[in-house]
């Protein structure tokens, strides 16, 4: 992830934004990157203008920093205590805190690199025409998205949400988050504004030393929203049973290790250029 979730109520989603833990996020930093430099490994050409669309601490920007040191880059995000240690690490980059929902270019962009922050977003089927919409003639939409929401690391949340003396705090807040297309909604969306359309899947594999760390993964994410609205013994209560599903679920060694598996979307697309 590198925005702060989406959540239904804008004072809980001020104080989840405020509570971004730096070192949680960077805890599994190669992990995260891996994906971000598989996108950009995509990208065909030397874009002038790049959006950094969701940006979080800084990482994807600085990939593509290196990957084009002439170009213009922007690095947008929504969430201050992310650029904060974005603008630490970068210091001269151009920053835009902006919910990447509203966000709109002041020119158009060669490339829009949105790397594991569009799936907090719904509409897609609004949101990703729009965002081609603000590419320039032969620009590039290059997107990475989470797709777990049926692993059991995340349709276990919904499950204890909705099966404890909490489920009328927390069911709700599992319906808020947005569902990302499939692959075929994202090429009918696309297809008739690309010149090129790439659509790919990757699932990762993780070996984690336990059902730990799959919490620490999601803490300063995904379980954000279920475990702020409880106290901390509730908190507690929900981890516990947490743990204890995902050590089934995932078929954990007798030493507690396991293999967490990470499944993503990536979506390609260059803007064709105007024709004489």
């Given amino acids: 992830m590198t925005d702060a979730p989406r959540v239904a109520d804008a004072q809980t989603a001020a104080r989840l934004t405020t509570e971004w833990d730096a070192a949680l996020y960077f805890k599994f930093g190669a992990e995260r990157a891996q994906p971000a430099h598989d ?4 990208v065909d050409f030397t874009p002038r203008r790049i959006v950094d669309l969701g940006c979080g601490p800084g990482a994807s920007t600085r990939m593509l920093m290196d990957r084009f040191p002439q170009a213009e880059i922007v690095a947008v995000s929504n969430s201050e205590p992310m650029l904060a240690e974005a603008r630490r690490s970068l210091p001269g980059m151009t920053f835009d805190q902006t919910d990447i929902s509203e966000w709109r270019p002041h020119q158009p962009a060669d490339l829009i690199f949105a790397n594991s922050s569009l799936q907090w977003l719904r509409k897609h089927e609004i949101l990703f025409p729009r965002l081609m919409s603000c590419l320039a003639e032969g620009g590039a939409l290059a997107v990475q998205m989470a797709d777990n929401l049926h692993e059991p690391s995340h349709s276990l949340m919904r499950m204890i949400a909705a099966d404890g003396p909490w489920s009328n ?24 504004l690309s010149d090129r359309l790439d659509i790919w899947e990757t699932t990762y594999v993780h070996p984690l030393s336990g059902v730990d760390e799959v919490v620490d993964w999601f803490r300063s994410g995904a379980l954000r929203p279920f475990l702020d609205p409880l106290g901390p013994h509730e908190q507690a209560e929900f981890l516990d049973r947490y743990k204890r599903d995902l050590a089934d679920a995932y078929d954990a ?19 064709g250029k105007a024709k004489a």
Avoid: Q
């Fill in 253 to 271: 060694d007798p030493d507690g290790s396991l293999l967490f598996l990470y499944p993503r979307l990536f979506i390609y697309a260059r803007k």
């Fill in 169 to 192: 705090r927390l069911a709700p807040i599992a319906e808020t988050r947005a569902v990302i297309g499939t692959h075929i909604d994202y090429y009918n969306w696309l297809k008739p």
């Fill in 39 to 42: 996108l950009l490994a995509r």
